[in-house]
Structure formats: C-alpha cells, structure tokens
C-alpha cells in the first residue's frame, strides 16, 4: 500500500500537539490527566461517533473520528517517555486492523487479507 503524505503529516502533526500538551511547560489540565481520568472522555467521544453513525451525520461523523483519533493519540501520549511502547514503534497505529485481519483470516468464506 503506498504511503499517503497527507496522512503520514497528519498523525505527525498530531503527535506533536500531543507532545506540547503534554509537555512540563504545556496545559497544566492535559498533564495532570492519567488514563482513568482520561477514559470518560474517550468513551463520550466513542459515543458521538456512534451517535453520528445513528444519525447518518456523515460530516459530523467525520469530526468525531478525528476526535477519536485524538484520544487514540493522547492515551499513547501518557506513555511517553515510558518504554511500555513508543507511539511509531508500537501503538495502536502499528496493530490497526490486526484484529480484523484475523476475524477475516478465521472466516473461510473470506479472501485473505494481509
């Protein structure tokens, strides 16, 4: 699959904001936050997508996978500088769709998908 430049730039430019934030000198609120704190706010984001989908809100929908995929950043922000797993090394980013592709892969009536 070729790599999509605006994408690649995209998650860069998203990892740096969360970088800042989190930052010694960034928002006091945004270091305090460890991933209990932060749960609840990912589960409303989760259900803004959904409720999107329910809606068939297709530009809202969009908006909040981006909010997602924020909150999908800063989890794997709040394990910086931890060696539990780097964001380009292996986070999420690194396993999406491993499940899918195994749920697939099980499915005999399914093509193989790498």
Known sequence: MPTDTATDSGVTRLLTIMARLRATDGCP???EQDFA???PHTLEVAHEVADAIARADW???KDELGDLLFQVAYN???TAPSPVWAFAAQSPMS???QGTCRHLASDPGTAAVA
């Open 29 to 31: 609120w945004d270091r």
């Open 37 to 39: 704190s932060i749960a």
């Open 59 to 61: 530009a809202g929908l």
């Open 76 to 78: 794997a922000q709040m």
């Open 95 to 97: 396993v999406l769709g």
